[in-house]
């Protein structure tokens, strides 16, 4: 299943409550990081580097996001940003468990034009969400001073994240009996 406004808002609004974070600027705050992460999911490329058979070939499999590395990487960004107090370790958690949840409902499709059947190491690169998260705050009227900060510690915890995994992807498609190498390129959805 792609990653859709609908299911990030609704994994926020509900993280953020288990969470303990209430108040006006909650929906707010869950509806604007869900805005900025779905469009910023558009920017993500996929890189593999394949080894199989011959051929050309394709795969699509769940992105499997690392969400402990995700939460540690929010608090300490949080931290980083000044973004101190008795609420901000709470919101952190749980903009990082709505997250991880929404980014585990995503899918990688990969194309792979010089290996048929085989595997690729997987690479997810990506660009700083912090003008994303800007946007998608201010559609949802979340305004003020701490807003430029949130959108930096989230964009920096996402970077660090994705630029830490890398996992293994199988390769479907037209074999041969010739041994190949080469790379894939792919997107998440």
């Given at each position: ?25 909650m ?16 920017t993500?490329k ?43 370790p ?59 900060n ?40």
């Open positions: 299943m792609p990653i859709v406004l609908q299911a990030v808002t609704s994994a926020l609004t509900t993280t953020l409550l288990a969470h303990g974070v209430k108040g006006p600027q929906p707010a705050l869950a509806r604007g990081a869900a805005l900025g992460v779905v469009q910023w999911v558009l993500l996929v890189l593999t580097q394949d080894v199989g058979v011959a051929g050309v070939g394709t795969g699509q499999f769940p992105l499997l996001f690392d969400t402990a590395t995700f939460s540690a990487n929010l608090v300490r960004a949080y931290s980083a940003q000044s973004l101190s107090g008795s609420a901000a709470s919101e952190a958690l749980g903009l990082a468990d709505g997250l991880g949840l929404s980014f585990l409902s995503g899918v990688i499709s990969t194309q792979h034009p010089s290996v048929g059947s085989g595997t690729g190491i997987c690479r997810i690169v990506s660009i700083p969400a912090t003008a994303f998260l800007l946007n998608g705050f201010a559609s949802s009227g979340l305004l003020g001073p701490g807003v430029f949130k959108a930096l510690a989230i964009s920096d915890a996402l970077q660090k994240t994705f630029a830490s995994m890398s996992f293994p992807v199988p390769i479907v498609g037209s074999p041969s009996i010739t041994p190949s190498a080469g790379v894939g390129l792919g997107v998440v959805l």
